[in-house]
């Protein structure tokens, strides 16, 4: 048997992407190896949002350059934005695809397995149908479901419209379909993924929104939880916080990156809207009877960014008081507008925001957390974690909640289970708590 070996890097798109090329490889007779050592087709899902990221594939790369008799593929979207370059870079590769081409990957490994050398799926036109033959998904009970491909907002830093291309919206009913199978396959679950979810556009007649979609993904029988990302502000909409007020399988948690609280800095970014206009967002969702947990997005150092501004990104974690957020230093990227800009910020003053940053936040989330001690949560379990004897859980909310029970359960039987648990402590990234039914 032909064995691969995948390595996956950045967001959940990317990771989703490599369950439907894992399944691809799958059917056609190859069985997935742990290391590249034992691989016969060695393959990287590449990420380009920062230079580090894109850095890490060539350094996987030179490293496995002596590998005789093995192919090397390089997938996702460092192989959409560098094409054939990345044969020059590295010769020993033969295949390069972007993620618009997944669908034909079938005919692509074809060529390969006829001793085929730089081979190529690059076209970012697809006429994508979503219906990929098969995806192998390792968690058993949570299930990413790709609504919307490619995005067509045009943020000054950001290299995904380039290596994801315009945006195509999948057909609701075979959304649907396929929530409906993940919830027949014991799948209690569903993250629904797109770059910019919220400008989803039903692609058949029924023509439903993204706000009539979550409704009715939130419908499905068996299934207990969905959430989604990623919300891009100025296409939020009122009604996805209604939907979510009645609709309770709908998690109470929002991801909407927010990237600066300067109005100056946004207007730079082209992220088409100010502060104000995200802040009436973020009060939709405190006015919310669900108790919504909300996460951000946020980068510092963006080309011509004061000190003033950054203190304005500063006051709006005070003012939001977000959950837990993301952030990064602009890193400069191929082909985006912001390459043209001036006033780059030295490496050294985007690490020390950075830090300000992430210290002033890991004091609210801790506030936060605290808040909770006394509560009940349920929590999905979602493992064991043997080196501290406790069970690993989620909340719905979306924070890790970790607790000990009173009985002692056998593993399968707890997993993917949904149990109560009463909060006991808190720290800044997770709760701690016990469960009370014996099990
Ligand atoms: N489509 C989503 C996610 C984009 S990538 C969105 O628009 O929100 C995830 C995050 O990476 C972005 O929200 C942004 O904070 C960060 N990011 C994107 N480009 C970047 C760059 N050039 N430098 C630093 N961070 C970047
Ligand atoms: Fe995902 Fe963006 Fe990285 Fe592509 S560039 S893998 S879309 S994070
Ligand atoms: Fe699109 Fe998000 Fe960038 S909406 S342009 S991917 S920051």
């Given at each position: 048997m032909k064995?691969?070996?995948?390595?996956?890097?950045?967001?959940?798109m990317?990771v989703?992407?490599?369950?439907?090329?894992?399944?691809t490889l799958e059917?056609?007779?190859?069985?997935?190896?742990?290391t590249?050592e034992?691989?016969?087709?060695v393959?990287y899902n590449t990420c380009?949002?920062?230079?580090?990221?894109?850095?890490?594939v060539?350094?996987?790369?030179?490293?496995?350059?002596?590998?005789?008799g093995?192919?090397?593929?390089?997938?996702?979207c460092?192989?959409?934005?560098?094409?054939?370059r990345?044969f020059?870079k590295a010769?020993?590769?033969s295949?390069v695809?972007?993620s618009?081409s997944?669908?034909?990957?079938?005919?692509l490994?074809?060529?390969?397995?006829?001793?085929?050398r730089r081979?190529t799926?690059?076209r970012?036109?697809?006429?994508?149908?979503?219906?990929?033959a098969a995806?192998r998904?390792d968690?058993?009970?949570?299930?990413y479901?790709?609504?919307?491909?490619?995005?067509?907002?045009?943020?000054?830093?950001?290299?995904?419209?380039?290596t994801?291309g315009h945006?195509?919206?999948r057909?609701?009913?075979?959304?649907?379909?396929?929530?409906r199978?993940?919830?027949?396959?014991?799948?209690?679950?569903?993250?629904?993924?797109?770059q910019?979810?919220?400008?989803?556009r039903d692609?058949s007649p029924?023509?439903?929104?993204?706000?009539r979609?979550?409704?009715?993904?939130?419908?499905?029988?068996?299934?207990?939880?969905v959430?989604?990302?990623t919300?891009?502000?100025?296409?939020f909409?009122?009604?996805?916080?209604?939907?979510?007020?009645r609709?309770?399988?709908?998690?109470?948690q929002?991801h909407?990156?927010v990237q600066?609280?300067s109005?100056?800095?946004?207007a730079?970014?082209?992220?088409q809207?100010t502060?104000?206009?995200?802040?009436?967002?973020?009060?939709?969702?405190?006015?919310?009877?669900?108790?919504?947990?909300?996460?951000?997005d946020?980068?510092?150092g963006?080309?011509?960014?004061?000190?003033?501004?950054f203190?304005?990104?500063?006051?709006l974690?005070?003012?939001?008081e977000?959950d837990s957020i993301?952030?990064f230093?602009?890193?400069?990227?191929?082909?985006?507008p912001?390459?043209a800009?001036?006033?780059?910020?030295?490496?050294?003053?985007?690490?020390r925001?950075l830090?300000v940053?992430q210290?002033r936040?890991r004091?609210?989330?801790l506030?936060?957390?605290?808040?909770?001690?006394?509560?009940?949560?349920?929590?999905l379990?979602e493992?064991?974690?043997?080196a501290?004897?406790q069970?690993i859980?989620?909340?719905?909310?979306?924070?890790?909640?970790?607790?000990?029970?009173?009985?002692q359960?056998?593993?399968?039987e707890?997993?993917?289970?949904y149990v109560?648990?009463r909060v006991?402590r808190a720290?800044?990234?997770?709760?701690?708590?016990?469960?009370?039914?014996?099990?």
């Amino acid at each position: 048997m032909k064995s691969f070996y995948i390595e996956t890097f950045g967001c959940q798109m990317n990771v989703h992407d490599s369950e439907k090329v894992i399944g691809t490889l799958e059917e056609r007779g190859y069985g997935q190896v742990q290391t590249p050592e034992e691989a016969d087709l060695v393959l990287y899902n590449t990420c380009s949002i920062r230079d580090k990221a894109e850095q890490k594939v060539f350094q996987r790369l030179s490293e496995n350059k002596k590998a005789r008799g093995k192919v090397f593929g390089v997938l996702g979207c460092v192989a959409q934005q560098e094409g054939e370059r990345i044969f020059d870079k590295a010769p020993h590769v033969s295949l390069v695809v972007g993620s618009a081409s997944y669908p034909k990957l079938g005919e692509l490994l074809v060529q390969i397995e006829a001793g085929g050398r730089r081979v190529t799926g690059l076209r970012l036109d697809s006429d994508d149908t979503f219906e990929t033959a098969a995806t192998r998904r390792d968690n058993p009970h949570k299930g990413y479901i790709t609504i919307i491909e490619g995005c067509d907002k045009s943020c000054a830093y950001c290299v995904v419209p380039f290596t994801r291309g315009h945006e195509r919206s999948r057909a609701s009913a075979s959304v649907l379909r396929e929530a409906r199978e993940l919830a027949g396959a014991g799948y209690t679950e569903i993250q629904l993924l797109g770059q910019n979810v919220n400008s989803y556009r039903d692609a058949s007649p029924a023509g439903w929104n993204f706000a009539r979609l979550l409704e009715e993904v939130g419908r499905v029988d068996g299934i207990r939880r969905v959430r989604f990302t990623t919300s891009h502000p100025r296409d939020f909409g009122r009604e996805i916080i209604d939907v979510i007020d009645r609709t309770e399988t709908l998690c109470n948690q929002i991801h909407l990156p927010v990237q600066s609280g300067s109005t100056k800095v946004l207007a730079a970014m082209r992220r088409q809207y100010t502060r104000d206009e995200y802040m009436r967002r973020i009060e939709w969702m405190k006015a919310s009877k669900r108790d919504i947990a909300i996460s951000t997005d946020i980068i510092v150092g963006f080309p011509g960014e004061t000190e003033a501004d950054f203190e304005q990104t500063l006051s709006l974690l005070d003012e939001v008081e977000y959950d837990s957020i993301f952030s990064f230093k602009y890193s400069a990227r191929p082909n985006t507008p912001a390459l043209a800009l001036e006033e780059h910020i030295p490496e050294e003053e985007k690490g020390r925001r950075l830090m300000v940053l992430q210290e002033r936040q890991r004091a609210i989330q801790l506030r936060r957390n605290s808040a909770l001690v006394g509560t009940w949560q349920e929590a999905l379990v979602e493992g064991w974690n043997s080196a501290k004897g406790q069970w690993i859980g989620r909340t719905s909310q979306n924070r890790v909640l970790n607790f000990v029970t009173q009985a002692q359960a056998g593993r399968e039987e707890m997993t993917a289970r949904y149990v109560p648990v009463r909060v006991t402590r808190a720290g800044p990234n997770s709760l701690a708590g016990e469960c009370a039914i014996a099990v």
